[in-house]
């Protein structure tokens, strides 16, 4: 079994513009000691940060996912018909998701985009809940306009497995924490 846990990380980056989530503190997944983004290195953002306005509703929203707790699944509205044929098919456009912390189909999303938006690409997985373990299953990168391919990925994707208890004692400590002042210190 893994052990997960959080890892404090430096958020400054460099843009040719000022950018909102530059400076964010945030917090990193970690699996047995090592960072997510390393063991899954497309995206590298987590939504453990404490600097954006919507900031507690989606860390909140995407540890009670992590978690398994029910919660309804997000429906993404379409930004534009992709063609004049597929509007007379009446096929659905593009989705338009610019944040959330999970996909149509129930993935719940792990690490994003830096902007925070869906549609750029975010590495999700499905989470397992039994007895004694949680399980993320088949984690790779998904975005919001087509469906999740497990044969389409860029790298192999990942299975994990998690003691219950541990993983449930840290999305709680996370939840239960005071974000207010930056991410806490666990």
């Not at 860390?59 to 379409?78: K, Q």
């Not at 004694?132 to 790298?155: K, M, N, R």
Request: charged letters at 25%; a negative charge; aromatic letters at 8%.
């Amino acid at each position: 079994m893994h052990l997960l846990g959080v890892q404090p990380v430096n958020t400054e980056r460099r843009y040719e513009r000022p950018q909102p989530w530059a400076k964010d503190p945030r917090l990193d997944w970690t699996v047995d000691g090592d960072l997510l983004q390393t063991l899954h290195p497309v995206w590298g953002s987590t939504l453990l940060d404490a600097g954006r306005a919507d900031a507690d509703a989606l860390r909140v929203g995407n540890l009670r996912r992590l978690r398994g707790d029910e919660m309804p699944l997000p429906v993404f509205v379409p930004r534009f018909d992709r063609s004049r044929i597929h509007r007379l098919l009446r096929l659905r456009g593009t989705p338009y998701a610019f944040t959330g912390s999970a996909f149509e189909d129930g993935r719940v999303v792990l690490l994003s985009c830096e902007c925070g938006d869906l549609d750029c690409g975010a590495v999700s997985t499905r989470v397992e809940v039994t007895a004694g373990t949680v399980e993320w299953q088949d984690v790779g990168l998904q975005v919001t306009y087509e469906p999740f391919h497990q044969t389409a990925q860029p790298i192999e994707l990942l299975r994990l497995t998690f003691d219950r208890a541990q993983y449930e004692e840290l999305i709680n400590r996370l939840l239960a924490a005071d974000w207010s002042d930056g991410p806490p210190r666990l």
